[in-house]
């Protein structure tokens, strides 16, 4: 059920938010607000330490050498967090890799960094995703 509130704001922070909105397509106030606040919840999930869901994408030269086999290392220490892993080819060099992951934050966390800083891997990011509704 929806429950409806009014919010007061500075003018100059609503005509902000006005043009945030409108960049990232909104129809209305109301559902990017509602982004807004289950967005710092999932946040605070993951500070928190909870279960959580995320992604994470590794491009990389294939060429570079031991680096595959590297990768392969890490996900099978930390088989347990891993949901699926597809390997994109994107073009005569590089490969993205993209891991599924989920399990406690922290040890998700510990698995992100360790792949992004691995030598040879040219990009790396972990998307934090969670359902926002661990607080309640
Ligand atoms: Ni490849």
């Known amino acids: ?10 003018e100059n922070l609503l005509k902000d938010f006005d043009s945030y909105i409108a960049k990232r397509q909104y129809d209305n106030r109301s559902e ?14 993951w500070e928190a330490g909870h279960n959580v869901v995320g992604v ?7 060429h570079q050498p031991q680096l ?6 890490l996900q099978h220490n930390y088989h347990h967090l891993i ?3 597809t390997h994109i ?3 005569h060099d590089h490969c993205l890799e993209v891991i599924i992951v989920r399990g406690k934050a922290k040890k998700v966390q510990e698995l992100a960094e360790s792949l992004i800083a691995t030598r040879g891997v040219k990009d ?6 969670s ?3 661990h607080l309640h």
């Open 68 to 73: 595959q086999e590297k990768i392969t290392e």
């Open 89 to 91: 080819h994107m073009d």
């Open 32 to 45: 990017a607000i509602r982004d807004l606040i289950r967005k710092s919840f999932v946040r605070q999930e």
């Open 1 to 10: 059920m929806l429950k409806r509130f009014s919010i007061s704001l500075e």
């Open 56 to 62: 994470i994408s590794l491009v990389y030269d294939h």
């Open 124 to 129: 790396g990011n972990l998307a934090m995703n």
């Open 131 to 133: 359902t926002g509704d």
């Open 83 to 85: 949901n699926s892993t």
